[in-house]
């Protein structure tokens, strides 16, 4: 199956650019040209197989599909899909940082109730960050 909408497309580039990726990053981890990738944002149907792996690195998938962002933005990941692959654990830690390595570690190591729990709490605290540092009116 392939997604093609020039809207889909614009919003492909505009998760890149959320998550400080470039286009080498992103063809790299999808085992596709640069150029590939760059038809994608411009045009060209993208394949749902790398639409998945784009889900790995931290787009927000429901968003390109949809326009609808549903799971707050926290340091270039979205926080609701945030995955580990570990097939592709090394092409992965190259692009993110120490500090994300770290708490995905974490997760993988929780018992599954425990990480949502703790993804709970997580938003919460984000949530709270982001209305402590708004201004009022």
Do not use: F
């Amino acid at each position: 199956m392939k997604i093609k909408d020039t809207s889909v497309c614009l919003r492909l580039g505009e998760e890149r650019k959320r998550l400080s990726l470039n286009q080498n990053k992103v063809a790299a981890y999808c085992e596709v040209s640069v150029k590939t990738v760059g038809r994608w944002e411009k045009n060209i149907p993208i394949p749902a197989d790398k639409l998945a792996l784009l889900a790995q690195l931290g787009y927000d998938i429901t968003y390109i599909l949809t326009s609808v962002k549903l799971a707050p933005q926290v340091d270039g990941l979205d926080a609701a899909s945030q995955v580990w692959n570990t097939d592709r654990s090394q092409q992965a830690a190259d692009i993110i940082s120490k500090e994300q390595e770290s708490w995905l570690g974490v997760l993988e190591n929780l018992a599954g109730g425990d990480s949502e729990r703790l993804k709970q709490i997580g938003l919460a605290l984000v949530g709270y960050s982001q209305a402590k540092t708004k201004k009022p009116g």
